[in-house]
């Protein structure tokens, strides 16, 4: 199970910090992800880690604005996201898979928390 939290409102310009607790199994040698959707948008990756060694992955549009990484004696992972855009906004799911190989479709993932949503005003 798949816990998202830490979403909210914030200006253009600010922060937020998303967390993803996971329970009830162990997720090593999975592959975690932050996908997102927008009203009215496909849904789209955003960030990923290998919860092994750590390996982050990010799409081109949170690139340098937002940080994944994971706590694997809490098995928790977070997302940092700073500098925010209104573009930003939509629900926040972190999801998973089994194995470690790089996955950005919605469909490649096993897993689902119930999402948060981010709200970003100009």
């Known amino acids: 199970q798949l816990q998202a939290s830490g979403g909210g409102l914030v200006q253009a310009g600010g922060s937020l910090r998303l967390s993803c607790a996971a329970s009830?199994?162990?997720?090593?040698?999975?592959?975690m992800g932050w996908i997102r959707q927008a009203p009215g948008k496909e849904s789209e990756f955003v960030a990923g880690?290998?919860?092994?060694?750590?390996?982050?992955y990010y799409a081109d549009s949170v690139k340098g604005r937002f940080t994944i990484s994971r706590d694997t004696t809490k098995n928790v992972v977070y997302l940092q996201m700073d500098s925010l855009k209104p573009e930003d906004t939509a629900v926040y799911y972190c999801?998973?898979?089994?194995?470690?190989?790089?996955?950005?479709?919605?469909?490649?993932?096993?897993?689902w928390g119930q999402g948060t949503q981010v709200t970003v005003s100009s």
């Open positions: 880690i290998t919860w092994n060694l750590g390996t982050a």
């Open positions: 999801a998973a898979r089994t194995g470690v190989a790089f996955a950005s479709s919605q469909n490649q993932y096993r897993w």
């Open positions: 009830g199994r162990t997720f090593t040698n999975s592959f």
